[in-house]
């Protein structure tokens, strides 16, 4: 029998981390279970030989192929956009590009200003300083005066322009439109303990340089010097609740596989769209019938990615390809809305580097345009380092249809049941799609690039988990309150991408992070009245 | 997780002959074909959790080659080749990919590309900085974020 502790903190990636390292400072007893354990730096793709080939395998961003002990199967075969995540210390940002923009203040207002989907209860001016705060805590690098963003000053200067940049930069400008350096996480400087950018080049699947934050080197060491306990590969099965309703605690697999129970006054629920879901349904019980904190029914439902257009093509200059960071830069052209595109909200475009000789071979293969025999080595040399690829991010609205729920049939390697997917493309996201593929073959073609690809969307693209236990104020419409507290459970919290209500058309590390240093602040000035 | 890693000697042979027809040799690259042993050594030794989908995309070689692909003259190969790769499915994007995977790692294959037969992390890349100075037209556009106060 485990002591009861202050604080339980479920898992141990972006949000998780930067909650427990907020409440440090409180002196309570904070403990964080962790599926995954401590990542080795020096087992990382980027350090060896086969630092391509692992991200089809043990490294892959899809737990159903990296099938790690640490993962839980998904069942996403009813979704066009497959589950991406990674299960460790840092969860999610072990493995994410470190593209680090914020939703925009328009985001909060989508009911007010477009009339769809709902408001939420918060604003951009309400995460302003925690926005700031994740930016000096993660080391952000990036250039102020953006004009497509409010004001921000990162705390790091940006990572080169490189070829890409230019040549993307000088497209851009023919045709008007906007691009800038993108904020990310990638550390152009030494900063905090962490050694500078040498350009790598393979940032997405760990990096061994240090130089990308993820929070096992960010707000983990600092919330482990303050006093919180962080228990790895302790998976946990269901939240238990007392006979006042309350959350008593959790019950969880420790790395012997021994089931544990951990007391504790306050549970906070930190494993992403797709893994709190999932939690709160394994925890039904006599008083919550539907699953914890689901007296809305909408726990799992209005499950948001951010569907991905991707579209590439080849410059007869050679570009940077896989030795940079493959963060470069972004684009706010079309990101609010404008109506005259047949669509409402809007995306921004994320603009990459390129990529290593193998992704080229492997994926040039597929699309058909690299050939097998007499013909291959002259069109790969035509094609290797020549890769100008660029994403839109579509802004995916709201749909109760799109979902999380229990599958009855597949279970993790404890017994405990596995989430399933069922998601379909919006009418709106399709429209999005395609408004962002147009464009991107307009700066392709603007850069002289040809043999263009398209992934539209990205199957493998699931990277964004969110809106499955939404915030507001209203009961019967929202899963937890404006300051992350469960309605139905005065000391459950969530603090991941669950509570978003709408997705924006960004990468939402940055707002989910700032949303739980929000959500810790608000825990901190009503200690007293808490459970109110 | 185990797997099943081996293959058998006839299903090895089989491998061999089908890379030597996705990637050959080429004497005008100075590059050798996906079937040079050092290459089928790493492929064989690295196979691991795609050895069963191999092994699928191999009986489906068979099958079209009417016996063995290895043992057909080189214009029939060439064209069983073809009705494979037209054939598409897992099995045959991963027999593709495991080839391609070890390939462009071979230090012959990346010295005749110009690139580093080297791991990325510890010595890193040099990144121009760029010219900044394209910035200049975006720089100069008001601010056209959507304001809601």
Redesign the interface.
């Known amino acids: 029998m485990n002591d009861p502790v202050d604080v339980l903190i479920v898992g141990a990636g972006a949000s998780g981390a930067a909650v427990a390292w907020s409440l440090a400072e409180t002196r309570m007893r904070i403990v964080c279970l962790e599926q995954g354990g401590w990542m080795n730096p020096a087992e990382y793709p980027s350090a060896g030989r086969d630092w391509e080939a692992r991200a089809y395998g043990d490294f892959s961003p899809s737990p159903n192929v990296r099938g790690r002990r640490e993962d839980y199967p998904v069942n996403d075969d009813n979704s066009p956009i497959k589950v991406l995540n990674f299960n460790a210390v840092g969860g999610s940002t072990v493995m994410y590009t470190a593209h680090f923009p914020r939703l925009h203040p328009s985001d909060f207002r989508v009911r007010t200003l477009d009339g769809v989907a709902e408001d939420w209860p918060i604003d951009y001016a309400t995460l302003e300083p925690f926005f700031a705060l994740n930016d000096r805590m993660m080391g952000v690098s990036g250039l102020a005066g953006d004009p497509a963003t409010p004001p921000h000053e990162p705390p790091m200067p940006p990572l080169p322009m490189g070829k890409s940049g230019a040549l993307f930069g000088k497209a851009l400008n023919s045709l008007g439109w906007h691009w800038w350096p993108s904020d990310t996480t990638v550390a152009t400087t030494d900063y905090e303990g962490r050694a500078r950018c040498i350009n790598l080049g393979h940032c997405t699947p760990a990096c061994a340089q240090g130089a990308k934050a993820s929070t096992d080197i960010t707000y983990w060491p600092a919330a482990r010097r303050a006093g919180v306990e962080v228990r790895t590969h302790c998976r946990v099965r269901e939240i238990t609740t007392n006979e006042h309703g309350m959350a008593a605690g959790a019950v969880y697999y420790d790395a012997d596989g021994v089931e544990q129970f951990q007391a504790a006054h306050v549970v906070v629920v930190a494993c992403n769209g797709v893994g709190t879901p999932r939690l709160l349904l394994n925890s039904a019980s006599g008083r919550f019938p539907n699953g914890l904190a689901n007296s809305s029914g909408l726990v799992g439902k209005n499950l948001m990615f951010h569907p991905y257009a991707q579209v590439y093509g080849y410059l007869p200059e050679e570009t940077d390809s896989h030795r940079a960071p493959p963060t470069c830069l972004w684009s706010h052209e079309f990101y609010e809305t404008d109506r005259t595109r047949g669509f409402v909200r809007g995306y921004i475009f994320q603009f990459g580097r390129g990529v290593g000789p193998v992704v080229e071979a492997v994926t040039s293969e597929a699309k058909g345009i690299l050939p097998w025999g007499r013909e291959h080595h002259a069109k790969f040399r035509r094609l290797s380092g020549h890769r100008m690829s660029m994403a839109a991010i579509c802004e995916d609205l709201p749909e109760e249809h799109n979902r999380v729920t229990l599958d009855p049939v597949l279970k993790d390697s404890h017994g405990i049941p596995a989430p399933r997917i069922d998601y379909t493309l919006g009418e709106n996201s399709r429209r999005m799609l395609a408004h962002g593929e147009a464009r991107a073959r307009e700066i392709l073609a603007a850069a002289g690039a040809t043999d263009i690809c398209v992934n539209s969307p990205i199957p493998m693209g699931g990277w964004h988990l969110l809106g499955t236990a939404r915030m507001g104020t209203d009961p019967e419409r929202s899963v937890v309150n404006e300051w992350g507290r469960a309605h139905d459970v005065k000391n459950l919290f969530i603090v991941d991408g669950s509570v978003f209500v709408t997705s924006g058309g960004v990468n939402p590390t940055s707002t989910i992070q700032a949303i739980a240093l929000y959500v810790a602040d608000q825990m901190k000035q009503r200690l007293a009245t808490l459970f109110d | 997780?185990t797997y099943e890693t081996r293959l058998t000697a006839d299903e090895r042979a089989e491998l061999r002959a089908i890379a030597a027809?996705?990637?050959?040799a080429?004497d005008?690259?100075g590059?050798p074909g996906a079937d040079d042993p050092a290459i089928q050594a790493d492929l064989l030794a690295?196979l691991?959790?795609?050895t069963a989908l191999v092994r699928e995309a191999l009986g489906q070689l068979r099958t079209l080659a009417g016996g063995s692909f290895g043992a057909l003259p080189p214009d029939r190969r060439?064209v069983v080749?073809?009705a494979l790769?037209a054939t598409g499915g897992k099995a045959v994007?991963t027999l593709?990919?495991v080839v391609?995977?070890?390939?462009?790692?071979d230090d012959r294959?990346?010295h005749s590309?110009g690139?580093e037969?080297?791991?990325?992390?510890?010595?890193?890349?040099?990144?121009?900085?760029?010219?900044?100075s394209?910035?200049d037209?975006?720089?100069a556009?008001?601010?056209?974020?959507?304001?809601?106060d």
């Open positions: 997780m027809e996705i990637v050959p080429s005008e690259y590059v690295t691991g959790r795609d060439e080749a073809g790769r994007a593709s990919r391609l995977q070890c390939y462009y790692r294959v990346l590309l690139l037969a080297r791991a990325p992390f510890p010595m890193g890349n040099v990144l121009p900085d760029g010219d900044w394209l910035l037209p975006v720089r556009r008001p601010p056209f974020w959507r304001r809601t």
